[in-house]
């Protein structure tokens, strides 16, 4: 049955002081005149009745009384037939700040996107309703740092199964995304007294930023098209090294066995760690399947997963399986980050999984993302062909080249003139000097506009960034 909130149930922060010589009444005038300037009281907020406000603050009603009729008459507030009293719609002030979160764009080619319009929110709901109704109440209570038992067995499950780990429940670690589990692996890793930790060049920006703020080293270890080249990361003289084996960030290659087999041993050399960054290995096309390194390796590898692009970033679930020495230092970084991800969302996912929701959901995004991949390879290939895509047969990325002379950032920009939203490798990279290239993202970009959007995008490069373009037009 559905319940609407009265306003006597509001609760107001409204201190009055009774050793104040100002009156009560001018006191609870000036609280909720300076409430509603500030915005603490939005516009048409219901306000509660005379009588329930002074049983709330221990009053007399004759005290709010004379403060609404003030503030009524001040305009700050409205009083209703049938006596209900609202904020008013003043401007001016008060209004709600709008939260720009991030520039959105006509079309939007930008990188790391999954389809949050496909949200499979019928079975996500069944799953929600099911363990709100079954799950016992202790699992709404505070949880170990390491997260709900029922969400790391269905992954321990789930990934041994789908991405080839050796993972037990005890190994995993529920954390919010890629994002948070990489920090809470560089907390560990210093306090256990590693200073330096490579990465892979070009990478994720914010990443790097991120893990530079756990007072690491950061240290860039360029990739080729295979990937993370091992002799650099020997060279590079790290403790640990975050890298994305199934398919590289952002230039899409995949690290073949003998790579694999290499940062193994030079991990066992040396005593370090290899964090295994398996974000978007689910999505794969015209490949074979390749299994997580973790497999190969679970007491050298951390393997970190997240729900961001096989179901929604916006979940902030993720997942890390942990070798033993670092378990417990994870899970007290854990604790104290948050005290543990959202219990209910961890039990939502943990049915979702069991009961094969997750695979079912795969197989549908699958086609639906090769679909979107296929139209952008052959659009590229139509309208820009001079560019030369890679890394397209996985993820929900790809990366193009731009020819000798095409300017990546001025494209960036002229692009974004015109509503389409793309991403440089610049952005993206840490040392200078790599040839240039446009990260496209294809995810949330529905198939029957790709052909049309990057014949727009190749109108921008003809108008202003084209090889020997002329700048005095
Ligand atoms: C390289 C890489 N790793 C991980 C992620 C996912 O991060 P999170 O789980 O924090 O959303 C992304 C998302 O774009 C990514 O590009």
Redesign the pocket.
């Known amino acids: 049955m559905s319940r609407s909130r009265t306003s006597s149930e509001l609760e107001l922060f409204l201190p009055l002081h009774r050793s104040d010589s100002l009156p009560l009444y001018r006191q609870l005038e000036r609280e909720l005149r300076d409430s509603v300037r500030a915005g603490r009281l939005a516009a048409d907020a219901p306000l509660p009745s005379t009588r329930a406000l002074a049983a709330q603050l221990g009053v007399t009603r004759g005290v709010v009384v004379s403060a609404y009729e003030q503030l009524s008459a001040e305009g700050y507030l409205v009083s209703r037939p049938g006596g209900s009293t609202r904020v008013a719609r003043i401007s001016g002030f008060a209004d709600p700040v709008p939260i720009v979160l991030r520039r959105e764009f006509r079309l939007d080619f930008r990188p ?1 996107r999954p389809d949050v319009n496909e949200f499979p929110r019928a079975a996500w709901l069944r799953s929600l309703r099911r363990v709100l109704g079954e799950a016992p109440s202790d699992r709404f209570s505070y949880i170990d740092g390491r997260g709900m038992p029922e969400l790391r067995s269905a992954m321990a499950v789930y990934l041994n199964r789908a991405r080839g780990t050796r993972i037990s429940p005890d190994d995993l670690i529920i954390c919010a ?3 948070q589990g990489l920090q809470l692996v560089a907390q560990a890793l210093r306090a256990g007294g590693a200073q330096r930790i490579g990465v892979e060049e070009p990478w ?1 920006p914010e ?1 790097r930023r991120m893990l530079e703020g756990t007072g690491l080293q950061v240290v860039a270890v360029p990739v080729d098209a295979a990937g993370i080249q091992i002799d650099l990361v020997d060279q590079a003289n790290v403790d640990a090294v975050v890298v ?1 084996p199934a398919h590289q ?1 952002p230039t899409g290659g995949v690290l073949p066995p003998e790579r694999r087999a290499a940062l193994v041993a030079w991990a066992d050399r040396r005593d370090a760690i290899v964090v295994e ?1 398996d ?1 978007d290995a689910e999505f794969r096309y015209d490949r074979v399947p390749v299994g997580a390194m973790q497999g190969l390796c679970a007491d050298r590898v951390v393997y970190a997963g ?1 729900a ?1 692009k096989i179901l929604a ?1 916006g979940l902030r679930l ?1 997942w890390l399986a942990v070798p033993p020495r670092l378990r417990e230092s994870i899970a007290r970084a854990k604790l104290a980050a948050d005290q543990g991800s959202s219990a209910l969302d961890q039990l939502a996912m943990a049915d979702f999984v069991d009961r094969g929701e997750l695979d079912r959901h795969l197989r549908r995004m699958r086609l639906v993302y090769r679909r979107r991949r296929d139209a952008l390879l052959a659009a590229l290939e139509r309208h820009l062909p001079t560019w030369r895509p890679a890394g397209a047969s996985a993820g929900l990325h790809m990366l193009a080249w731009l020819p000798a002379g095409c300017d990546e950032a001025r494209l960036v920009a002229a692009a974004a003139e015109r509503g389409i939203g793309i991403h440089g490798l610049a952005a993206t990279c840490f040392l200078p000097g790599p040839p240039g290239g446009i990260v496209f993202g294809y995810g949330s970009v529905d198939e029957r506009r790709i052909p049309r959007g990057i014949a727009e995008l190749a109108e921008v490069v003809a108008d202003s960034v084209a090889p020997g373009h002329d700048e005095r037009r």
């Open positions: 790391g995304g890629v994002a994720h990443y994305t960030y960054d974000y997240t961001s970033p993720g």
